[in-house]
């Protein structure tokens, strides 16, 4: 499903009323929570408890009263981690453009705590949900955000060793002009590549939240859950499409499901929603604001291909098989052979 806060009343009675949603996932981008002006509409989350998923150390903070969601680092820094594979002589010029294309204020994304009080193991809490299965929770797991993306173009750059044209203008670090043009192979690396890359991108680095999203997807305790991110498109359409690989439904019906959210951008009469975080970054919109068929199609190939299949993928992020055994169980109380109580408790 798209942005839940912006649901009208009749959609939030068919959620919590005819589905009975006890939990809810929350796939969005820091930066995207903090441009949501209804992100606590109390007529919607005021009786749920809202979790941090940390990704760097797989931990989960529960906040209380009025505990920011995350504290904020700064981006400049952390975007010039980004450059730190590229080659030394590449690396200087690569830090102009995170720089120049990223802003150097230290207004931006939010990163996780240094000391994290309150702060428990993301398998613990999967393990100790029983005590929780009374109260409703709100889970905030960023599966994507600016970051992942230029470490994944530039992983993409490195291989085609395009940075060697940039580093040719001795005037980029001190010339705005010379740092405005090397942004062009970057955007259109992102161009280029459109959705399957974006998808692809989304698989990779990804991976520790799309993994969190299936653990708590597979207890039981928490059902029934939504998981949701700004349109319910890209992010929300690949975990959608994970779970019904999984469960062994054909490529062509979870294509087809995939294209229901075709149109879902122009609804919205949105564009900064555009590929979450990367919404304001020149990025060509009719290459970004649809679901054609042919972008599931390519991305279902391409888990084949980098792989092996579905569960090789899940095999990848840590999601194994006794994993994937209770997430089948808690979807279609299927018993396939898990030695333990999958009911719940």
Known sequence: IGRVSDAPPADLDILFGECGIKTLVDLR??????????LDRPDVFENFTDMVFYEQRRLVKELEGDETRMDKGRRRDRMRKAASGATQGAKD?????VDN??????????????????CIEAEKLIEESARRRNRKERHFVSIMNE???????LVKLRKRDVVKTII???????????RTNIKKPFLDEINEGGLPMLNELLLRFGA??????LDLISDVNRHPVAFYCTAGKDRTGMIAAIILALLGTEDEAIVEDYSLSANVYAEMDDHKAMVGALSQRNL???????????VMEDTLKNIRNTYGGIEEYLDFIGFGEESRKRL????????????VNLKKK
């Open 29 to 38: 981008s820091p930066t995207e929570l903090k441009d949501d002006a209804t």
């Open 284 to 294: 060509d919109a009719k290459t970004f604001l649809g679901a054609p068929p042919e």
């Open 208 to 213: 520790p939240g799309i993994k969190h999203v």
């Open 168 to 178: 040719r203008s001795p005037t980029t670090i001190v010339s705005k002009a010379a």
């Open 101 to 118: 294309f990223f802003g150097s204020d230290e207004d931006g994304e939010e990163e996780e705590e240094d000391d994290c009080i309150g």
């Open 147 to 153: 970051l992942k993306y230029v470490r994944g173009t």
């Open 328 to 339: 089948i169980y808690a979807l279609t109380e299927e018993d396939i052979g898990l030695g």
């Open 93 to 97: 010029v690569l830090l102009g453009f």
